[in-house]
């Protein structure tokens, strides 16, 4: 509804929404409402920005897309030869999430071409196991990048999010980050806590 206010009311609305209810949705384990909030707020606070990595996004939209489904059929079909069952889906990070890594970066000395998960494929297993063999699969088919393996099956993060990431290199050489998680994991990782309750219920 921020289009409709004046000015100093949207970047008020925005600024609170990116400092209070969107770090709350993430406190909360809501991944899927914190990025829709971000992704909002941003679009007021820093609108150059929001404008510049959505034309840098859209040039290469189709290509990204394609190169997506590529990778998306490729482990699907691996994960298939080594009987491990899952789901796998293909997803672009969202947009507030990419600005904090440019920046990261940019402090770094290092470039946008350089982040690693602009591109992120989800695998969705039946059991814990099923994580660890799918991780597997996905190294044996692109060689993993070093530094950049979390465990948060082992080590869940305080909200209750549990999941594998890892970053590989992709065919023809481009970066993508996979995460694995059980369909109970990826319930709570969208829904937050209120997830949790339902199964234990």
Known sequence: TLKALPPDRQLAIARETLDIYAPLAHRLGMGDLKWRLE???????????????????????AEREAYAERCTAALQEALEKADVQGQVTGRAKHLYSIYNKMDRYAQMGRKFSEIYDLIALRVIVDTEADCYA???????????ISGQFDDYIASPKENMYQSLHTSVVGFDGFPLEVQIRTQRMHEIAEQGVAAHVSYKE
């Open 134 to 144: 799918a991780l597997g699969v996905a190294h044996s088919l692109w060689r993993p």
């Open 39 to 61: 992704d909002e707020a941003f679009k007021y606070l820093h609108s150059k920005e929001y404008r510049q990595i959505s034309r840098m996004l859209a040039r290469k939209r």
